[in-house]
T-cell receptor, first 110, second 113 residues
Framework: GENVEQHPSTLSVQEGDSAVIKCTYS??????FPWYKQELGKGPQLIID?????GEKKDQRIAVTLNKTAKHFSLHITETQPEDSAVYFC?????????FGAGTTVTVRA | DAGVIQSPRHEVTEMGQEVTLRCKPI?????LFWYRQTMMRGLELLIY????????DSGMPEDRFSAKMPNASFSTLKIQPSEPRDSAVYFC???????????FGPGTRLTVL
């Protein structure tokens, strides 16, 4: 089955700085890569996604890159704000099966 | 939470009791998923329904767990009898026809004493 590794497990950044989270996957059949943000006591919220025929996607302060050859993808958050503090999960999807990374706890220091 | 309603939001029960978790997805989603989240194991897929039919239940831990989807706007996950190791947050998620973009509900936090 698919194995998704996510790094780092925790990330502390100064407000206004950038945050980068990296993930690798093992199954070359995976073709869709969503990112979720989970705040305390809430369900995972989809924040951005990328499909295997695209190398990069941006939505305001959030961007995701995908390198299919190397089987890795990354989330970039620029100009971080306190409300960006949360747990972020990457995932790789093959058909309907969503394989999650272990999560990154991001703390934005004011 | 993409219009997915889960109830109850919190459930505390004693070992051996029956627990029923409920999910009401908004219309227009063909697929429904039940997940369990724990610190040790992260997010695990329990069961996947497509057009109200169970497609993949390989993640259901054991016979104590069962799930139903009698119609497109309602699903239940039942644990009978419950055990302390079932304590977790249970999420319902929905997706459209492609089945890949999944939207999660707020979850039910289950504590089995």
């Amino acid at each position: 089955g698919e194995n998704v590794e996510q790094h780092p497990s925790t990330l502390s950044v100064q407000e206004g700085d950038s945050a980068v989270i990296k993930c690798t996957y093992s199954d070359s059949a995976s073709n869709y890569f969503p990112w979720y943000k989970q705040e305390l006591g809430k369900g995972p919220q989809l924040i951005i996604d990328i499909r295997s025929n695209v190398g990069e996607k941006k939505d305001q302060r959030i961007a995701v890159t995908l390198n299919k050859t190397a089987k890795h993808f990354s989330l970039h958050i620029t100009e971080t704000q306190p409300e960006d503090s949360a747990v972020y999960f990457c995932a790789a999807v093959n058909d309907y099966k969503l394989s999650f990374g272990a999560g990154t706890t991001v703390t934005v220091r004011a | 939470d993409a219009g997915v309603i889960q109830s109850p939001r919190h459930e505390v029960t004693e070992m051996g009791q029956e627990v029923t978790l409920r999910c009401k997805p908004i219309s227009g989603h063909n697929s429904l998923f039940w997940y369990r989240q724990t610190m040790m194991r992260g997010l695990e897929l329990l069961i996947y329904f497509n057009n109200n039919v169970p497609i993949d239940d390989s993640g259901m831990p054991e016979d104590r767990f069962s799930a139903k989807m009698p119609n497109a706007s309602f699903s239940t996950l039942k644990i009978q009898p419950s055990e302390p190791r079932d304590s977790a947050v249970y999420f319902c998620a929905v997706s459209g026809e492609w089945g890949d973009t999944q939207y999660f509900g707020p979850g039910t936090r289950l504590t089995v004493l």
